[in-house]
């Protein structure tokens, strides 16, 4: 029951968030089942990628997902997670365990700024006005053709290239799915508004979470079947709720919470570890 519970987290904050889940997963996982640092690193992995890519079909289905910025961050990350993953094994774990701590403070911090400016700006908000929108596509560095076909030039496609190393790097080698460095970079890039930022970041944590878990297990990580089950089962309960109720819910109010708690919990790992 406890792993379904901490599925089910994971699940929720992605369902409202497009990123973030996975940050909570693993001080979960280390606190709720006793499993050791790089343990926990890999089974958040596989946990993120069931929930992403179940996340993913709705929002398919509604056509919310951009696919160009998703195939180059998606396959930039999926080629370099497998490095992540590596170095992980390198690590003794409490190097490991400090390192995430001090992404959970790089990562709380921006949030908790970004949440004190107008609600329209923070992560998990409504969508933006269709003036918004146009606004800031035209300012942004990644242009859409008048067709609304995205065009790739040098510049865009080398921060966007940039970007999937490193969210793939991030994500094997802390066990993160990356949406807290693809949600922001698409917003910034494209201009996209949170909504399709949030669905085309679904589209880039599935593959990448999912090479991630691939390489945790190539590498001779030891999944409990059963307890991945419960944690999947979890995650995919998590994001349908998640996603429900990503529309409805004060995005700043919700960013300052989730902030707390992440933080509260990896603060309580360190001390315990």
């Not at 940050?23 to 050791?36: I, T």
């Not at 396959?75 to 001090?102: C, E, H, M, S």
């Not at 993160?176 to 970079?185: A, D, H, W």
């Not at 698409?186 to 930022?197: D, E």
Request: glycine share 14%; aromatic share 6%.
């Amino acid at each position: 029951m406890i792993a379904l519970a901490i599925g089910a987290v994971v699940g929720l904050v992605l369902g409202l968030t497009g990123a973030g889940g996975s940050l909570l997963a693993v001080p979960l996982l280390v606190l709720g089942l006793s499993l050791a640092p790089a343990e926990a690193t890999g089974l958040a992995l596989g946990v993120v990628a069931v929930s992403s890519a179940w996340g993913l079909l709705g929002r398919l289905r509604n056509r919310q997902v951009v696919y160009l910025p998703a195939l180059v961050l998606g396959v930039t990350g999926v080629l370099f997670a497998p490095a992540g993953r590596w170095l992980a094994n390198q690590v003794p774990d409490t190097v490991l365990l400090y390192g995430f701590a001090l992404l959970v403070l790089v990562v709380a911090t921006r949030m908790w700024r970004q949440s004190q400016r107008a609600p329209g700006e923070a992560m998990v908000t409504r969508a933006q006005s269709s003036t918004q929108a146009l606004t800031e596509r035209e300012q942004a560095m990644c242009r859409f053709s008048p067709s609304g076909n995205l065009e790739l030039k040098p510049r865009c496609v080398s921060s966007m290239v940039a970007g999937g190393v490193f969210a793939g790097l991030l994500s094997g080698l802390f066990g993160v799915g990356g949406g807290f460095v693809i949600v922001p970079l698409l917003t910034l890039l494209t201009g996209l508004s949170m909504s399709a930022a949030v669905a085309t970041s679904l589209a880039v944590i599935a593959p990448v979470s999912l090479a991630g878990f691939g390489s945790f297990l190539w590498l001779g990580g030891d999944v409990p079947m059963d307890l991945l089950g419960w944690l999947a089962a979890g995650g995919i309960l998590g994001m349908l709720v998640g996603s429900q109720l990503a529309g409805r819910l004060a995005g700043p109010v919700l960013q300052k919470v989730f902030v707390v708690v992440m933080v509260s919990l990896t603060l309580v790992t360190l001390v315990k570890v």
